[in-house]
């Protein structure tokens, strides 16, 4: 997001004065949705109209195994739902109106450990997860639907979980940009103990926001819940984008005071 500031002369009577412009780079933020398995990009559109309200680009897409590739539901996998989203990451990055510096990554459940493995091959800024799934890094081929076949996987969601022994709580771990981490209050699908795991896990992220949403279960059935899980993260998201935008401006503004005074305008001021 590089804030431009540029020096204008401002006609009156018959003399000038000067001004500074002081305007927002002509790229924007971009926002990248990620849905839950069994959800689409549907789930996502309204939180994505809201971020847009902030000044943000937005993309949601659909998973393949999804709506129009449901055909898939029984054999797609992880690497290729993961596939799908560093497509999705490398199409929108590249749009002219997207700041590649300045990208969120917001995901759901299985969407989330997926936005997780992310960070690993994309720089990512900020990085909003709600109910993270957890799976374990055995079986990384089989089909996706087959992991929940595991017997151990309801006790294995339960207990603390070293990020050394995760491939997602590894990349959790490095991962140096800002987070939101939601919880739902009566989640048996993602319990407590796995966004514990996940915040430990974020011990090097520049900022850690954790929230939960009362009354919540996994799929914030009730509109209630998902109003909060709404305004939650689109406040998170204009906080970081307008910290983001202030700080590159104070800046820009420090760097034209610098200039100046080694010209030696303004000096004694």
């Not at 100046?260 to 000096?267: K, L, Q, T």
């Amino acid at each position: 997001m590089d804030i431009r500031l540029d020096p204008v002369e401002i006609a009156v009577d018959d003399a000038q004065v000067c001004g500074t412009v002081l305007s927002p780079a002509p790229v924007l933020p971009g926002v990248l949705f990620v849905h839950g398995w069994g959800g689409s990009q549907e789930h996502d559109l309204g939180r994505a109209r809201q971020a847009a309200g902030i000044g943000c680009v937005c993309l949601t897409f659909d998973l393949r195994g999804h709506e129009r590739t449901a055909a898939q539901w029984e054999t797609v996998s992880r690497p290729q739902n993961l596939e799908d989203l560093l497509a999705a990451y490398d199409w929108f990055a590249s749009r002219p109106n997207v700041d590649p510096g300045a990208i969120a990554v917001v995901g759901i459940s299985y969407g989330g450990y997926l936005a997780s493995l992310l960070t690993e091959q994309r720089p990512v800024r900020w990085l909003a997860l709600r109910s993270p799934a957890i799976y374990k890094d055995q079986g990384w081929e089989l089909p996706k639907r087959r992991l929940h076949e595991d017997p151990d996987l309801y006790a294995f969601r339960r207990r603390p979980l070293p990020w050394q022994e995760n491939r997602a709580l590894r990349a959790c771990r490095a991962f140096a940009g800002d987070v939101l981490l939601v919880e739902a209050e009566y989640d048996e699908t993602v319990p407590h103990p796995v966004i514990d795991n996940y915040a430990t896990a974020f011990s090097r992220a520049g900022s850690l926001t954790r929230r939960r949403i009362a009354g919540a279960d996994h799929a914030f059935s009730g509109k209630p819940e998902q109003k909060a899980y709404t305004d939650v993260l689109v406040g998170w998201l204009t906080e970081m984008v307008r910290a983001a935008r202030e700080r590159e401006a104070g800046e820009k503004v420090a760097e034209r005071k610098r200039a100046r005074r080694a010209e030696g305008v303004g000096a004694g001021r």
